[in-house]
């Protein structure tokens, strides 16, 4: 079974970074890309970044471009969101996911709240 588990979420203040992970189970981890999402409150998903599946190739969102870093870890079935200079629009549930084939899967979410 699939399966994507993130964490690290929390409170940060304005221009403080948070670094999340996201936990693979149940498939080839080193042959899948990877991405990560946001949603905020009363908003569609967004799309903040991705990570191709050798880590050799990332990209992202215009809004994050220069602040947020993906990485991942194949050894491990570890894939990062590096957040910095975070802002408080940006407070919001944040998603693993991971395209396989004609399926998608999502993990359950961490929050990310930006606030002082």
């Known amino acids: 079974e699939v399966q994507l588990v993130e964490s690290g979420g929390g409170l940060v203040q304005p221009g403080g970074s948070l670094r999340l992970s996201c936990a693979a189970f149940?498939?080839?981890?080193?042959?899948?890309?990877m991405g990560w999402f946001r949603q905020a409150p009363g908003k569609e998903r967004e799309f903040v970044g991705g990570?191709?599946?050798?880590?050799?190739?990332?990209y992202y969102a215009d809004s994050v471009k220069g602040r947020f870093d993906i990485s991942r870890d194949n050894a491990k079935n570890m894939v990062y969101l590096q957040m910095n200079n975070l802002k408080p629009e940006e407070t919001a549930v944040y998603y693993c996911?991971?395209?396989?084939?004609?399926?998608?899967?999502w993990g359950q979410g961490t929050q990310v709240t930006v606030s002082s």
């Open positions: 996911y991971m395209p396989l084939g004609v399926n998608e899967y």
């Open positions: 149940g498939f080839t981890f080193s042959s899948s890309a």
């Open positions: 990570i191709s599946w050798s880590g050799s190739i990332t």
